[in-house]
């Protein structure tokens, strides 16, 4: 056999042993949490050849039997268009669907795409909904949105003292944003007296985290 003919042969038989592989891996792979395994591996190319398009692959299988991780990270391909094509309407239905399972990450998402009418119509309303959920399960970041969204009326009545209690929930839990804010309150007065010591121990900490907008108001004070 020549030479040319054997390499082609070679070339042949190791195509064939990929696309056989990759064809076993299809079919032993049962469960949710394995195929958001293999889509990690293709996506981080663990032990595998990097290739978005197989991620997205396995996600897409794993999150469409309720797996909330691979629904959130299918969330993200989809927002940035990684592995597929940008499509903010995909984006929000993963992140809605990892956020109906509970998911408090994917519920505050839910709530700034609805807030800023991403992949859907703005609705304020709905989106302080998604806030309180997360909110309710301790989630910093839920909570200070739930504070901003009292302090500016948006999407609830302004002026509620609420403002006061959900930024006081965030920063008791070290949101440098929400401590910042607490701060300024403490600053300015209103829904809270005056107290420039209030005002700078919550600016100091805020600042500490390396929140540079909090640096300002804090020099101010000291």
Wanted: charged residues 15%; negative net charge.
């Amino acid at each position: 056999m020549q030479m040319g003919s054997r390499l082609f042969l070679v070339a042949v038989l190791c195509c064939t042993s990929v696309a056989a592989s990759a064809q076993a891996v299809k079919e032993t792979v049962r469960t949710p949490q394995a195929e958001f395994s293999l889509g990690m591996q293709y996506d981080l190319g663990l032990g595998l050849a990097k290739d978005g398009q197989m991620a997205v692959f396995w996600f897409q299988k794993a999150a469409e039997q309720g797996h909330v991780e691979s629904q959130m990270l299918l969330a993200s391909k989809y927002a940035v268009g990684d592995g597929l094509p940008m499509n903010a309407e995909k984006a929000l239905y993963w992140y809605r669907k990892a956020a109906e399972s509970g998911n408090a990450a994917a519920q505050v998402t839910v709530g700034q795409l609805l807030a800023n009418g991403v992949g859907v119509a703005a609705d304020k309303k709905q989106a302080i909904e998604w806030y309180r959920k997360a909110a309710a399960q301790g989630n910093g970041d839920a909570q200070n949105m739930l504070g901003l969204a009292y302090a500016r009326g948006d999407g609830v009545d302004q002026g509620d003292p609420q403002a006061v209690q959900w930024f006081t929930q965030a920063a008791e839990r070290g949101h440098p944003y929400a401590q910042m804010h607490l701060g300024h309150m403490y600053l300015q007065g209103g829904d809270v007296p005056k107290d420039a010591e209030a005002a700078y121990f919550w600016l100091l900490l805020s600042s500490a985290q390396g929140n540079a907008d909090a640096y300002p108001s804090r020099d101010a004070v000291a």
